[in-house]
């Protein structure tokens, strides 16, 4: 009964703490585009023919999703994104759960299971970055519970089965198409499914090779790719891709202000811990090992996947540079820092009350900075106050507590800097930023009831840097998105690349205006402008191939 009333307060406290950071990003926006544009029976484009088709969304799966919904229950992407994501938080939020209820604890820690399990769902519901990817109108949270089921079903299901081989594969090739780095995690899978095989000497059934089938639609979603946008990867990797020193360095900055903001001093502690006992133990790990086939085969399956999780990290960190966002690219390790820390404080066999005062500390300092940021900036709607958003944590908490001391102050000035330094280059924009731009536009652009009359068949054409809502409010006007998420051309113009994360790609000179733009936005009204010379479909097949890289 305690378990139970535990998960249903977390469960409110989640949907509380999901209304409190409800928010929706232009870039969803471009999702809901391609899902318009698939109803409308033109597939999953950008724009409608004769405009080449490109692959600016990121998640098929997604995509999908959102147009079945709206197929089903007729509540539109921008209506159903939230809730679809909410959905996710809860299913990421009960495999935690569960996950912890199942972890093995020796005596003196089981003793103690739900004040744990308790302490693990404090953490991850304080946690900003869990809360403000239960929303977002993108695929985050779809992945971060896809991720998590895969990582647990390789645990949890009996070793040796089809059943267990076949969820993996599905849930694998389900996080593949959620996300394009998904692709790491398949691999994994393939690895997982060869020490299975040589832990059992290559005793494959054909139920066995049969279970890992699901694999295949990696390859059907490749061919199909290449089919339909002829590229093997989707146009977002040409437009964000960028192999400079400063996004190494960008990346770095992301990855130290995401330890620091949460606190992570603690975890990196423990795991250092838990490398120096294991290897003045290794005697008696080695033995551990030898001693059944299970222990072996649970080492190196851990191992993959830890090495999965690392190599996706690392190449968000050292080759994109961190991300656009509030570090929703790590926001799927979340849960499993809070595992892992159950799991090493029972490995250096924490006493019950040792690892509570460990977990408590652990949690009070990770909640002071996102928390004292989030009351400083909470109230900040207009695109005025939160446009490149630079708010010091040590100002507001020097102001808050005046007795600090300086030592306290200058580790959360150098937080500051490094926050400062990735706002200036456009990465790990705050949630408050996104929420307070999408209101904006929502204010200065129509409603798509209204957007929806704004037709013309002379292919009307708009050219913006932020496509998302006023694609989706314009369905039937084609959008030339000029830091090219959705262009073919601008995507692959390295010559002109800034050093904004994410929006370092322009047009080539000419390449916009070899389409004459003719619709005019002010003040919320929409106007289709009069051509000295009308745009032909050839015209645009001709502008489209004459400035093809």
Not at 48 to 69: D, H, I, N, Q
Not at 72 to 81: E, H, I, K, M, S
Not at 95 to 122: C, E, K, N
Request: with cysteine.
């Amino acid at each position: 009964m305690l378990t139970v009333l535990i998960f249903l307060a977390a469960l409110v406290a989640l949907v509380i703490g999901w209304k409190t950071f409800w928010f929706l990003t232009d870039d969803a926006y471009i999702a809901f585009r391609y899902v318009s544009n698939y109803r409308l029976g033109y597939g999953l484009v950008w724009n409608p023919p004769p405009f080449r088709p490109v692959e600016g969304y990121t998640s098929f799966l997604w995509v999908m999703l959102l147009a079945w919904v709206w197929k089903v229950t007729g509540f539109d992407p921008p209506t159903a994104a939230n809730y679809l994501a909410l959905a996710c938080g809860v299913l990421t939020l009960v495999l935690t759960g569960v996950a912890v209820l199942q972890l093995p604890l020796r005596p003196s820690l089981a003793a103690g299971r739900h004040a744990l399990l308790a302490a693990v769902f404090i953490g991850l519901l304080s946690n900003r970055t869990f809360l403000a990817w239960t929303s977002s109108g993108l695929e985050t949270a779809l992945f971060n519970a896809l991720l998590l089921a895969w990582m647990l079903a390789w645990w949890w299901l009996p070793r040796g089965t089809p059943a267990r081989l076949a969820v993996v594969a599905t849930l694998a090739s389900l996080v593949y198409l959620t996300r394009p780095d998904g692709l790491l995690f398949v691999l994994a899978s393939v690895a997982l499914f060869a020490a299975d095989a040589w832990c059992r000497e290559g005793r494959w059934r054909a139920a066995d090779w049969l279970a890992v089938m699901p694999l295949l639609l990696i390859p059907a979603h490749l061919l199909w790719r290449k089919s339909f946008y002829g590229e093997w990867l989707p146009n977002t990797h040409y437009a964000k891709s960028d192999p400079r020193w400063l996004w190494v360095m960008s990346g770095l900055r992301y990855a130290l202000s995401f330890i620091i903001e949460y606190a992570l001093w603690f975890w990196i502690a423990l795991a250092l811990a838990t490398v120096w006992v294991g290897i003045r133990r290794r005697m008696f790990v080695m033995g551990w090992l030898r001693e059944h086939p299970a222990h072996l085969e649970s080492a190196m399956g851990w191992s993959i996947i830890g090495l999965s999780i690392g190599a996706q990290v690392a190449y968000y960190t050292l080759v994109i540079g961190g991300d656009h966002f509030e570090f929703r690219v790590y926001s799927h390790l979340l849960p499993l820092i809070f595992l892992s820390a159950l799991w090493m404080l029972n490995a250096l066999q924490f006493r019950f009350g040792s690892a509570v005062i460990f977990l408590a500390l652990f949690l009070a300092a990770s909640l002071v900075i996102p928390w004292t940021h989030w009351l400083a900036t909470k109230d900040r709607m207009t695109r005025e106050a939160t446009s490149y958003m630079k708010v010091s944590v040590a100002d507001a908490l020097a102001q808050r507590v005046p007795a600090l001391p300086d030592i306290v102050l200058a580790y959360v000035r150098l937080y500051d800097r490094l926050q400062f330094w990735l706002i200036d280059h456009a990465a790990c924009m705050r949630h408050q930023e996104h929420k307070g731009f999408h209101m904006f536009l929502m204010q200065v652009l129509p409603p798509r009831a209204v957007g929806e009359k704004v037709r013309d068949d002379a292919y009307p054409v708009v050219t913006q840097t932020s496509v998302g809502v006023m694609a989706w409010v314009l369905p039937y006007v084609n959008v030339i998105d000029e830091h090219g998420l959705n262009d073919y051309v601008i995507a692959r113009n390295r010559q002109a690349t800034g050093n904004l994360m994410a929006h370092f790609r322009s047009p080539p000179p000419g390449y916009l205006e070899c389409f004459r733009p003719n619709v005019a936005i002010r003040n919320g009204h929409v106007t289709i402008l009069p051509r000295d010379v009308p745009l032909t479909a050839d015209d645009i097949r001709r502008c489209e191939e004459s400035f093809r890289p």
